[in-house]
């Protein structure tokens, strides 16, 4: 596994954030100044909110700390490309799913070490291994940050490949996530019936108590219910493959993995019921 953990699964996260790179453009960046109230809803009910009410449910419920360092990573995760596409079908506002989806994923560099840091000294004590947090947060420049720059100075310097090219990337990151978690669900596969069972109510429990207050939030402080959809699906559905890459990256195989693997199967399913439930309500 040390080659797949290594070599492999960085390479496959680096594609993808350099896939979601390529789909932007300095405006998705320049919206957030134009409009910034529902940016701010959606960043705080993400970066801020959703680690607290994560950190909330693993201090009361009964977990082995590791599955409760995991779900901290889920949590810390910024959201995931899929978003962007469960957002258009749900007819939300798409361009403040790819704001919220690019700023959060470069901001990812600084967020994610200083939750894992805080989690693991609070729910297993002391330092996270070998890593130091600039370790950590060089690992996720390199594999998160670097690749998305990448993706947009390709964009912007070639403009017309690009956008050709971008739906091709995209079907190739929906695959190289689909293998991430299957390999992460199979590495796992002995425990995987014991795990779900462990983990699986617990990212059911988070996603959608994360799901709905990001909603009600939204619906005191954002600009419409096209926003409120949005930032409900952006703090429901996480970059699972990062989440699941950090995870290896600083723990190696075993139970922190887990809740990113059952998260995102949950999330995949609540959004679509969600979705169902949004469009058989639409008015005529």
Known sequence: ?????????????????????LGLTLDDFA?????????????????ILLPVVAFVLVSVWSLPPELAIGVMLIAAAPGGVTSNILTAFARGDVALSISLT??????????IPIVVVFAHAQLVGGEVGDV?????????FVIVTAPVVLGLAARRLCEGFAIRLEPVTRQVSALLFALV?????????A???????QAGLIALVLNLTMMLLAYLIARMFASGTKQRITISIVCGL???ALAIAVAMLLFGKGLTVVPAA???????????IYIVILRRNEPA
């Open 31 to 47: 919206r957030v100044a134009r409009r910034p109230r529902d940016f701010i809803v959606g960043a705080i009910s993400q970066v």
């Open 262 to 272: 059952t998260y995102s199967l949950v999330m995949f399913a609540t959004a679509l």
């Open 238 to 240: 996480q970059n699972g």
């Open 132 to 140: 130091s947090v600039t370790q950590m947060a060089i690992s996720i």
């Open 1 to 21: 596994m040390g080659a797949v953990t290594d070599i492999i699964l960085p390479l496959a996260l680096a594609f993808i954030m350099f896939s979601l790179g």
């Open 181 to 189: 978690l299957v390999g992460a669900i199979f590495q796992e596969r």
């Open 102 to 111: 690019a700023v959060i994923s470069l901001l990812s560099v600084v967020t």
């Open 191 to 197: 425990n995987i019936v014991e795990y779900f069972a």
